[in-house]
C-alpha cells in the first residue's frame, strides 16, 4: 500500500497531468500555488497525526525541484531569511534537516545604519540568548527540501504539474443577508487538462498576483513604492555571518550571507537608477555595491546621544563579482494586502493574501506563520468534529489572528519604509537620531529584534 | 451583555455571539424532543409549534442558533472523550469513533451529528420536527463522506425503543429541557443504548443565574428569544439528571459545566455548572450485570 501510495506520488509528480494517473474526485485540502508557502503547507499537515491523513493536492505551473548535494556551485538569486519561527516549523515538518547548513548559512548578528553617518543599530543573536539570529536559503534549496518531505510523507500527497487553476466554484455566500441556511456544497476546481476536483477547503498559495484571489473575487489593497529591487549574488573574501543593512539616500540595501563565501544584494532604488545599475557588468556593479556599503559618512558619535551606538560599528566587507553567478535582476516594489483571507471552503495563504517591502526579509516568513496558524486550525477541527471548510472556523483560527499579526507588520515595514525614504536634510538627521535612540534603548531593541526573529 | 455566564440552550436559548446582534423577531427555537404523533406520549404539542418556524435557520452561525453554531466543538470533545473511554479507544486520533454506531436524539439541523460523523461515527439522528430532519438530510448531501456516517429519521426515541434498536451511544444535547416527562426521557435513551455503551446529555441548569439568563436576560431583556422559549421550571439540575439516568441503569462517568464567554462567543468547559453543562454515562457490559 504504501509502495503504490509512492508510486501514484511519483506518478503524478513527474509526470504532465494530461497523463497523470486519475486524481481522486474528492480531497480534503486542494492547494493552488506548490511555491515555498504551498509546500509548507503540504508538510506541515503531516506535522499532526490528526491532519496527516487529510487527502491533499497540490497543483503548480511548475514542478519542484529536485535536491542536490550541498552545492558549490555559486546560489541562484532568489533567497529568504527563514526566521527562528519559520525554522521551527520546518523542524517539526521534518523538513529542516535537507534545507540546514551547509545548504543554507545562519547569521548571527545583524548591522543597521544609514549614509548620512547618523546611527547605526547592531543586534545580535547573544543578546537575547539565542545561537543565530536566522538563516538565510536559496529559495529553490527550501522548495527541493521541501518536496523531498513530501516525498517522504506516509500518506497520500497529490502534486500534480505542470498545471494550473482555469476554474474556481465555491459555496454561494452573501456575508450582508441574513440568508437562513448557508449553502456547505464542496468546492470545485478546474483545471487546464479539463480535469475537475472537489475539495473542502481550497487553500490559494499561487503568489502575489493570485488566480485563486482574483476567481473568488477578494478585494485588494496595495500601493506601489515606485522604486525596484535589484537582487545580485556576490562574493566577499571570507564567510559571513551577519545581515547588513544600510540605508542610502534612494532606499535600502542588504548583504545577506548565503553559503559558503557568498552573499545576497538585495538593493532598492528609483526606478532609473535600478535600470541602470540591472546594466552594469558584475564586475561594475560590486564596485557600485561596494561605494554604497562604504561610501558617504560612517557613524561618528552623535552630539545629542553622547556615547550611544557608533561605538559598536563594524565595517561591512568588501564584495567581488561572483564568476559564473547569474547576473543581476530587477523586480518592482510594491505592498499589497487582501481584504480578506478567507470564504467559505477557502482560504489564501503568503503572497497570495499579503506582499510587503523586502527591507526586513519578511515576506515569506510571514507566509510561513500562516502556514503554521492554518495547520493548527485544520488539526483542531478534524479533532473535534468540525468541517474543515467552515467559514467560522476559519475565519476564528486562521484569518483573525493572521490577519492583525500580518498587518502589524505591513504597518512596521510600511513606516519604517516611509521614514527611510529618499530625503535629505532635517528627516534624515532626525532618523539618524532614532537609530542612535534604538541602540541606545536595550529593551526596544531587544523587542524589534526578536519580532523581527519571529520569536516576539 | 452583563450575564456572567452566557446561556444557550439550543432549542431555543440563543444568545447571539455578538453581543450588538440585533434578535431576528421571528427566532425560535426547533422542536427537539416534542412529538407530532400519538407515539410521543411524552412530549408538549405547543412546543412543536414553537420551534418549527426556526427550522430553516439551523445551519446560520449568525442566526438564532449562533451560539450552538459556537458550543458544537465542545460538546463534541466532551462526547468524543466519553465515547472513547467506554470503548476503551484513543481519543486524539483521526475518526476515533470510526464504526461505532451512535444516536442523536432531538437532532434538529444535524450540527451535533455531522460532528459526531465526521469523528467517524455511524450517526442515526432524530428528531420530532419533519422540518428539521428534512434541513439535516439536505444539508449532509453536500459533502458524501457526512451522507453515508448520517441517518435522519422524523421520530422520538421513545418510536425506537418501540422498534427495539440498539447503539454503542446515545446522545441528547439541549433537548431534555423541552421535555414533559423526564423519567421516561432518560429511560429510553438507557433503553437505547448497548450494555457497556455510553450516554451523553447536555443541558441547562435550574439555578438563580439560569433564571437570570436565559430567561430574564435572553427572553425579557434581550429580546433574544420569544417569551416562552424556556420554561425555567422545565430545567433539570445535575443531580436530578444524575437520578434519572441511574435509575434507569446507568452508571455517570464524569460531567462539566461549559461557560461561554459573551464578548468572544467562545466556549471552555469550567467547574460552574450553573447554567449550561454536560454530563457522561456508561451502561454497564452485559456481565456485570448477570455474572
Ligand atoms: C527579489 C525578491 C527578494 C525577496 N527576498 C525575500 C527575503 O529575503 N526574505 C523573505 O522572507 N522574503 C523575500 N521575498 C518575498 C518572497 O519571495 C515571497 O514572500 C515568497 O516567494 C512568497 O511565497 P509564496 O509561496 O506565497 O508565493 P510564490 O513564491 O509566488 O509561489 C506561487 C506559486 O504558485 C504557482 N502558481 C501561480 N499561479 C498558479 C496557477 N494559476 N495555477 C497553479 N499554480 C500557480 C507558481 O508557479 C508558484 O510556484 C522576496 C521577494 C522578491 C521578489
Redesign the pocket.
Known sequence: MRQAVKEHLLLSYRRPLSSAASLDSIYDVAI???????SALACALGRSPVTEELRVLV????PLPEISAPGADPPEL????LTPASVRLFEESGAWDSMAPPRSAAFRHMQVWDHGGNGCVRYSAATVGLPVMGYVAE?RVIQAALGQTLRSRRSVVDYVSP???QTLTLPAYAPDLHSGMQSNELAEIGLDSGQTVRARLVVG????RS?VRELADLRTFSWSYHQR?I?ATVRTQHPNDTAWQRFLRTGPLAL?PVRGSYSNV?WSTSVAEAGRLQALTPQAFALEVNQALQGGCMPARNPLLPGASSDSFIPPPTVYAADGAASQQS?PLALLGSGRYVRPRLAL????AHVVH?LA?????L?FADVGQLAAALAHAVETGRDIGDLGLLQEMYEAPRQSENARMMTALDSLKRVFAPQDGLLASLRGLGLDLLNGSGVIKRQIMRYAMGVA | MSMGAALSSSRGVHTSRRTHDVPQPSAAGTSAAAAQGPAGQSMDAQEVAKFEAMASEWWDPDGPNGALHTMNPLRTQFARDAICLAHGREARTVQPLRDLSVLDVGCGGGLFSEALARLGADVTGVDTSATAISVAATHAQADPAVASRTHYQNATAEQLQQQGAHFDAVVASEVIEHVSNVPEFCASLVALTRPGGSIVVSTINRTNRSYAVAIVGAEQIMGLLPKGTHQWERFITPEELQEHIERAGAERIGDSGMVMNPFTGHWTFSADKAVNYIMSFRKPAEQQRNP
Open positions: 493552488i500555488g506548490g511555491g515555498m508557502v504551498g497543483v503548480d505551473k511548475v532568489r533567497v529568504s531569511t529559495n498545471a494550473s487553476l498559495a499561487d503568489g502575489s488566480r529591487g537582487v545577506l538585495v523586480f495563504v503568503g503572497d497570495a523586502p526579509g519578511q515576506g515569506v516568513n507566509g
